[in-house]
């Protein structure tokens, strides 16, 4: 059974996803799940809470999506083919609320904005370790670790903004070319021995 809590957020992702954040109202909310305004302060304390449930509620299942796709993955180049793959996947298949995750910070009160930055640090950490792995086994060029990091992650967080579910590439096709492209990127500039390191720790 649906809860109304679950209905507030889905209704709040979907009118934040089309209008925006500061654009949608409280009453609107309301509206879109069939109760009074009155009611959405009794599941949620004020619209910026719905906003970092949002936010907070994504950046875990992310978190938990690549931790599971990267279980049992020792070699470093197929630890990072995996990881793209996995971003990207969740980014598609959970396009709205990826598109506010990473659009509407400026919408958080500062102690929620600094709680969902230092979730989002723990994600990009583990991307970052992969990078500094695959530069000091060769496998990767020798660039600093953190800015890779960023490049990747905001490329792959595009597909939230332009993807269109039943368009013409599935969403395992999209991924596979992020992952080919990523890969390609990482390894350019490489001599392929083993030592070469990556700063930005």
Same mark, same amino acid.
């Not at 910070?105 to 990078?131: F, M, N, S």
């Given at each position: 059974m649906v809860t109304m809590k679950a209905t507030i957020i889905a209704v709040a992702v979907d009118l934040f996803y089309r209008k925006g954040y500061f654009a949608t109202s409280i009453s609107e909310i309301a509206r879109g799940c069939g109760i009074q305004k009155a009611s959405i302060y009794y599941h949620y304390p004020s619209k910026e809470n719905i906003l970092y449930h949002i936010h907070e509620t994504t950046l875990d299942d992310l978190t938990a999506h690549l931790r599971r796709t990267l279980s049992? =993955? +020792?070699? #470093?180049?197929?630890?990072?083919?995996?990881?793209?793959? +996995?971003?990207?996947?969740?980014? =598609?298949?959970?396009?709205?609320?990826?598109?506010i995750a990473n659009s509407e =910070?400026?919408? =958080?009160?500062?102690?929620?904005?600094?709680? #969902? #930055?230092?979730?989002?640090?723990?994600?990009?950490?583990?991307?970052?370790?992969?990078?500094?792995?695959g530069c000091a086994q060769g496998v990767f060029a020798g660039q600093d670790a953190k800015i890779l990091s960023y490049a990747m992650l905001t490329l792959c967080n595009s597909g939230a903004v332009w993807f269109k579910p039943g368009g013409r590439l599935s969403v395992d096709a999209i991924a596979r070319i992020y992952e080919q492209f990523v890969i390609q990127g990482l390894k350019a500039g490489g001599d392929g021995s083993p030592g070469s390191t990556c700063e930005g720790r």
């Open positions: 049992g =993955l +020792s070699d #470093v180049e197929g630890r990072m083919r995996a990881a793209v793959r +996995s971003h990207v996947r969740f980014h =598609l298949m959970r396009q709205k609320e990826t598109f =910070l400026r919408g =958080l009160t500062p102690e929620h904005y600094a709680a #969902v #930055v230092a979730k989002r640090d723990t994600y990009e950490g583990t991307i970052q370790e992969i990078i500094r792995d």
